[in-house]
């Protein structure tokens, strides 16, 4: 399974944006799918997941100014940032995990919070 993302760049303080990741194959059983991101020099870290079930989980770092939402349909996940920080700056990573407790991996995009 390839995850691909797409939507970081260059944000200015205050902006918004809104990552995707799309999950190649379709017809297998997913569990929870979620983002996680690690700054230079930092461990990854978790930001959001949402759970099949339909639970959703956000870090107190970004809790009210994210919202992760599922396209079960299309195996895609996505998370819209607002109000960013140049805290927020990372690279972001796609984050899947099937029924069989697999995990899978995007490549991971830049996100960039600067004036």
């Known amino acids: 399974v390839q995850l691909a993302e797409s939507g970081g760049g260059l944000v200015r303080p205050g902006g918004s944006l809104r990552l995707s990741c799309a999950a190649s194959?379709?017809?297998?059983?997913?569990?929870?799918m979620g983002w996680y991101r690690q700054a230079p020099g930092k461990q990854r870290e978790l930001v959001a997941r949402?759970?099949?079930?339909?639970?959703?989980l956000y870090v107190e770092p970004v809790k009210g100014r994210s919202a992760i939402s599922m396209n079960n349909n299309k195996n895609t996940v996505y998370l819209e940032m607002n109000s960013l920080r140049p805290e927020d700056t990372a690279v972001y990573y796609c984050?899947?995990?099937?029924?069989?407790?697999?995990?899978?991996w995007g490549r991971g995009i830049q996100v960039t919070v600067s004036s």
């Open positions: 984050n899947l995990e099937d029924d069989a407790g697999r995990q899978y």
């Open positions: 194959e379709r017809g297998f059983s997913i569990s929870v």
């Open positions: 949402s759970f099949r079930g339909g639970q959703i």
